[in-house]
């Protein structure tokens, strides 16, 4: 712990000398929770963050007028679909992947540290049940899929691999993530196969450039992007962690996508047959507007720019298919190497963009009182997991279906678009199309069969049959045949491994 005196001095040092205006009133408890908080702020970092935001924050109106004369999308050989392509080459994607998991040389790496504000929960977001009929979280959606990879690569190979789980949490999301885990057995994963670390925390900055106090003794503090990751791996060793285990391969995604493959086969043997170093899974942008990211190149580095950085004129641009120039949506599922994250963390993460949030940040005034402001009035910086892109040797991309990989939990129900409805949905939609595939009749109260041209695919209204299949059961809908065919099956239907275990023996 540093003393008061250095403490005054690191702060004087980086302009920020009003953290300590509150000192005298403060009991020992809050001065010390201060006092560590201010020994985790290094003073020239902490002024070059505070004068960084602001001038960030000034030219923020100023958009890069020339980007799309520099935008081209991604280049034909370095861009592979599973929609367009046939059996035999997905099969061959997936023999690739199968073979890297069952050596131990793949893990998955989840980003978790955000603080999921528009979903509006006071735990993190993979603790969130969406309401389907086995009520799982989406940590636990992960965690048997994680299992169920496995279980697939040891039946192919004969062996019995370890695909680790590194979880990136933060400040926030940590201790109830660990906690839920233990509560949880691990959901019969090993614990030491589970690895949670932090990521860092950096202060917001109001428009004057001074840091916002939350509390009279403490620095309003939010976790810095998902870009984040590349320092957090260096600060708790998780490379060297990777070393030691023999990972290769790294498949690293976001929380709240409810139909991510963890460690996707189909995509990690892709990427490794095309000897690529980072790649990233695209869906096509639903419509020109679509507020999704592009996969695309500017200046021939590859990058994700945002809708909003481009022009109507370019979002609309077509190829002579007819389809969108910039259509590459990106879905957050990305392919690193560990050579490559090494190489980025130790060396080049120094030069990732700084992106701007102005957010409204609770304060509290000269007198001490919490503000809740009405309009923003803070500054925060966060770096984007995707923005190492631009360092790649060799950069490619897998296009995939939406409707089977990408339906993301963002907004709370009510908002039109990503809600736990939706999410629930799309899950719902997926397993039935799965049972349907698998030759399963499912039967309506009456026992009546539903007949297939009614189920739904859409997001904006329930499935006409309510199926659910353990990920335990079927990682992506394989091996559902020689439970199902023929089968009646009463909506709603849950399949679990003890109810695939009864129709096995009774068949
Ligand atoms: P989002 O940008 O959707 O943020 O994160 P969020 O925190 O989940 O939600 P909002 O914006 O506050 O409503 C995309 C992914 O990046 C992770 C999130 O946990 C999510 O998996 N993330 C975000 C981090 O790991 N760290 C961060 O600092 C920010």
């Known amino acids: 712990m540093i003393s008061f005196e250095e403490a005054k001095a690191r702060l004087h040092a980086a302009g920020q000398s009003h953290v300590l205006q509150f000192w005298a009133e403060l009991s020992a408890e809050e001065r010390s929770e201060l006092l560590d908080e201010i020994s985790q702020l290094e003073p020239k970092e902490l002024l070059e963050h505070c004068r960084g935001a602001v001038a960030a924050a000034s030219r923020q109106q100023s958009a890069d007028a020339g980007l799309d004369a520099r935008m081209e999308p991604v280049a034909p050989e370095f861009i592979g679909s599973v929609r367009e392509s046939d059996k035999e080459t997905i099969q061959l994607w997936d023999d690739e992947g199968l073979l890297q998991i069952s050596q131990n040389r793949v893990a998955v790496l989840l980003l978790a540290g955000g603080q999921g504000t528009r ?80 990521q860092r925390m950096i202060p917001a900055v109001g428009f004057d450039g001074k840091v916002i106090l939350e509390k009279k003794n403490k ?22 962690d990777m070393e030691r285990r023999g990972v290769e391969y790294l498949h690293v995604y976001c929380v709240d996508n409810i139909l991510v493959k963890l460690a996707d086969p189909v995509f990690i043997g892709f990427c490794v047959n095309k000897g690529a170093d980072c790649g990233g899974k695209v ?37 002579p298919k007819g389809e969108l120039l910039f259509g ?51 500054i925060k910086m966060e770096k984007f997991v995707f923005d190492v892109f631009q360092f790649s040797k060799k950069f490619v991309a897998l296009e995939v279906p939406r409707e089977e990989e990408f339906s ?13 409805t939706t999410a629930r949905r799309s899950l719902l939609a997926q397993h039935y199309r799965w049972v349907l595939a698998a030759g399963g009749n499912v039967l309506d109260e009456q026992d009546k069969p539903i007949a297939p041209k009614h189920r739904c695919m859409a997001q904006n209204e329930d499935p006409s049959a309510i199926c659910e299949i353990s ?9 559902l045949e020689k439970l199902l065919k023929k089968k009646n099956l009463k909506s709603p239907f849950y399949l679990d491994v003890n109810e695939a275990n009864n129709i096995l023996q009774t068949t």
């Open 328 to 378: 590459a949506g990106n879905i957050c599922n990305h392919f690193f190497t560990r050579g490559f994250l090494q190489e980025v963390a130790k060396n080049l993460e120094g030069q990732l963009t700084q992106h701007l949030a102005i957010k409204k940040v609770p304060f509290v005034d000269g007198e001490g009182n919490l503000i809740k402001p009405v309009k923003p009035n803070g």
């Open 283 to 319: 869906v096509k942008k639903a419509y020109p507007a679509e507020p999704v990211g592009v996969v695309c190149r500017v200046d021939g580095l590859y990058q994700v720019v945002e809708y909003s950085e481009i022009q109507p004129e370019t979002a609309e641009l077509r190829d």
């Open 471 to 479: 990920p335990l059961v079927s990682y992506f809908g394989e091996g």
């Open 408 to 420: 993301p939990l963002k907004n709370a129900d009510g908002a039109p678009l990503d809600t736990p």
């Open 219 to 240: 620095i309003a503090m939010a976790p810095d992007g998902n870009g984040g990751l590349y320092r957090a791996l260096v600060d708790n060793k998780i490379l060297e």
């Open 119 to 198: 979903l509006g929960v006071s735990y993190p977001k993979g603790m969130y049940n969406v309401g389907l009929p086995s009520g799982k979280t989406l940590y636990q959606i992960q965690a048997e899929r994680i299992q169920k990879v496995q279980e697939l690569a040891n039946l192919k190979h004969g062996c019995r691999c370890t695909v680790p789980w590194y979880i990136m949490t933060s400040e926030f999301t940590l201790a109830p993530t660990e906690k839920f885990f233990k509560d949880n057995g691990y959901f019969g994963l090993c614990p030491s196969n589970v690895v949670m670390f932090e």
